[in-house]
């Protein structure tokens, strides 16, 4: 099992910027078989979406709605996961969510919440007009 634990959320004025963690603890064995690392958001009354994804092979994918202003990294020993978020809008005001799955990635799946096996708690992020 792995347990993801999310940190970096806060108030930001609308331009300014945040960055995101997500740790994740759990055997080494089966971190390392950790494929697929994805960022997603909810906000009250709506759907939980996809934000941004990384995969084994340092693919991101992110929604148009973040390209450009989000970036999506990891650090070297693959067990943090980090999303700087840039000029940043209200309309980003929301629950961020770290989740991580040992498939692979891939453009038609990354942004689907029921492909991935683990997921974080969450971290509250509100972005002011």
């Known amino acids: 099992q792995v347990q993801l634990v999310e940190s970096g959320g806060g108030s930001v004025q609308a331009g300014g910027s945040l960055r995101l963690s997500c740790e994740a603890y759990?055997?080494?064995?089966?971190?390392?078989?950790?494929?697929?690392w994805g960022w997603f958001r909810q906000a009250p009354g709506k759907e939980r979406e996809g934000v941004a994804s990384?995969?084994?092979?340092?693919?991101?994918r992110y929604a148009d709605s973040v390209k450009g202003r989000f970036t999506i990294s990891q650090d070297n020993a693959r067990n943090t996961l980090y999303l700087q978020m840039n000029s940043m809008e209200p309309e980003d005001t929301a629950m961020y969510y770290c989740?991580?799955?040992?498939?692979?990635?891939?453009?038609?799946?990354?942004?689907?919440?029921?492909?991935?096996?683990?997921w974080g708690q969450g971290t509250q992020v509100t972005v002011s007009s």
């Open positions: 759990g055997a080494t064995y089966v971190i390392d078989n950790i494929n697929c």
């Open positions: 989740a991580a799955d040992p498939f692979k990635c891939d453009s038609a799946s990354w942004r689907i919440v029921g492909r991935y096996n683990y």
């Open positions: 990384i995969d084994i092979d340092v693919k991101s």
